[in-house]
């Protein structure tokens, strides 16, 4: 069976500290990986995805960016954290048409402080 | 660009009542899916029903059933018999199937009342 793994569950960094949130997924080969930012009380806003290694959209410039170093690991990275980077990060994963729907993780409650 | 509308913020049910929660979508393409996820407090994300869109006959998962108006870009969930256990945040889905880019509405805090 699949499985996503998503962490940490929570994390507070200082303004201008590095941030590096890591998703790994089991259990199917070459997934579609995303990230989603959930603000306090907000929707879902995607971030990234990628349908394959090395291949990253970007869809909402930002501080942030994203890796795939692998078929299966997914990494939501900032070089010097803002106040606004604050929120509920999300990853999910999704093979369609194998499985029809997407999976998440636990997500990661991210304090700038 | 494709988008996903939710136009109400917040809606409230009583306990064995039904409610529908509302959501539209934008997009040129042909090929594609619909969701809708459930959050509850704990904020892990359950699928509650899906339909693609080739489909014509709406999707049903018990108490959960959707009225999906392609032409119209329409997908609004129906909860039938109302639980406590359905108090969560709602979102509304859209994935294009040819970028397999998933697209999520800003969500419906939906409080069931006993």
């Known amino acids: 069976s699949q499985t996503i793994h998503q962490w940490p569950a929570t994390l507070v960094q200082p303004v201008g500290s590095p941030l590096s949130l890591e998703c790994t997924v089991e259990?199917?080969?070459?997934?579609?990986l995303y990230w989603y930012r959930q603000a306090a009380g907000r929707g879902l806003q995607l971030l990234f995805y990628s349908v394959g290694i090395g291949q990253i959209s970007s869809e909402v410039p930002q501080n942030l960016s994203a890796s795939r170093p692998q078929d299966r690991q997914f990494i939501l990275s900032s070089k010097k954290l803002l106040l606004s980077d604050s929120g509920f990060y999300l990853c999910?994963?999704?093979?369609?048409?194998?499985?029809?729907?997407?999976?998440f993780g636990q997500g990661t409650r991210l304090t700038v402080v | 660009a494709q988008t996903v509308t939710q136009s109400q913020p917040e809606m409230s049910v009583q306990e064995a009542e039904t409610v529908t929660l509302s959501c539209t979508y934008d997009?040129?393409?042909?090929?594609?899916?619909l969701f809708w996820y459930k959050q509850p407090p704990s904020r892990q994300m359950i699928l509650v029903i899906r339909?693609?869109?080739?489909?014509?006959q709406n999707a049903t998962e018990n108490r959960f059933s959707v009225n999906f108006q392609k032409a119209a870009k329409s997908f609004s969930l129906k909860i039938s018999d109302s639980q406590l256990g359905d108090t969560a945040m709602y979102f509304c889905a859209f994935m294009n199937l040819n970028t397999d880019k998933l697209i999520f509405g800003t969500g419906t805090r939906l409080q069931v009342f006993p």
């Open positions: 259990g199917t080969s070459n997934p579609n």
């Open positions: 339909q693609e869109a080739y489909k014509q």
């Open positions: 997009t040129s393409e042909s090929n594609y899916y």
């Open positions: 999910a994963w999704s093979d369609f048409p194998r499985n029809t729907e997407a999976f």
